[in-house]
């Protein structure tokens, strides 16, 4: 068996920046949207300056057919979620680091 330790340095460090990967958390009606989206990661692919209630635009892949009608596609040719800053519980700049955290939570280690 091999195990893995990584060092979460550059988890949460800052704030999310455009093309960083997120873990996000919304107070919405739908608990199969929240229940998702608490376990996968997404990519910002716009930060709103000009917007103060949701500050970041992120796209997401492969969600399930039930939730796409709470996702847009108007802008960009791809399916993204407006985000508020507190909507984001984690973020970096690798994708990998986000799959550890996931997989770590996953298993309550």
């Not at 507190?86 to 986000?98: A, C, G, Q």
Request: glycine share 4%.
């Amino acid at each position: 068996m091999i195990t893995k330790f990584k060092l979460y340095e550059s988890v949460d460090v800052g704030t999310p920046e455009l093309g960083d990967y997120v873990i996000c958390y919304e107070d919405d009606d739908s608990s199969k949207l929240l229940d998702w989206l608490k376990t996968v990661i997404g990519k910002i692919i716009k930060v709103n300056d000009d917007d103060v209630i949701c500050k970041f635009d992120v796209k997401y892949e492969n969600f399930p057919e039930d939730i796409e009608t709470y996702f847009y596609e108007e802008y960009y040719g791809e399916r993204y979620r407006p985000m508020k800053d507190v909507e984001i519980l984690h973020w970096s700049k690798n994708k990998e680091d986000l799959e550890i955290f996931l997989d770590s939570n996953k298993y309550n280690l």
